[in-house]
Nanobody, 125 residues
Framework: VQLQAFGGGLVQAGGSLRLSCAASERSFSRWIMGWFRQAPGKEREFVAAIGWSSLLIRYADSAKGRFTISRDNAKNTLFLQMSSLKPEDTAVYYC???????????????????WGQGTLVTVSS
């Protein structure tokens, strides 16, 4: 499966941004999808993940209450709505996919076999 993330950009602190991730796979609805991010000089970290039916969603503590992950299976697209953005949210955001991830491992980047190229989000103070 090929993933393409887009929607990043420069936004002021407190602002909002919506990221999208387009998937080439027709069976997109069967894939578990996740968002991860990597800030300059830091390791990549989990942001949010969503199960194939959208019934199961996981968020990192840093994302809870501010970010919303969703998916449109009919359009093979994953979204990340980000609000109340902070300068510490500045990072390259990656979408990832896999078909076989245990429910307790959705936050583990090593469980995902397919990755998009990343989109840069810069939050100015």
């Amino acid at each position: 499966v090929q993933l393409q993330a887009f929607g990043g950009g420069l936004v002021q602190a407190g602002g909002s941004l919506r990221l999208s991730c387009a998937a080439s796979e027709r069976s997109f609805s069967r894939w578990i999808m996740g968002w991860f991010r990597q800030a300059p000089g830091k390791e990549r970290e989990f942001v949010a993940a969503i199960g194939w039916s959208s019934l199961l969603i996981r968020y990192a503590d840093s994302a809870k209450g501010r970010f919303t992950i969703s998916r449109d299976n009919a359009k093979n697209t994953l979204f990340l709505q980000m609000s109340s953005l902070k300068p510490e949210d500045t990072a390259v955001y990656y979408c990832a996919a896999d078909r076989h991830i245990g429910l307790t491992h959705m936050q583990d980047e090593h469980e995902y076999d397919y990755w998009g190229q990343g989109t840069l989000v810069t939050v100015s103070s």
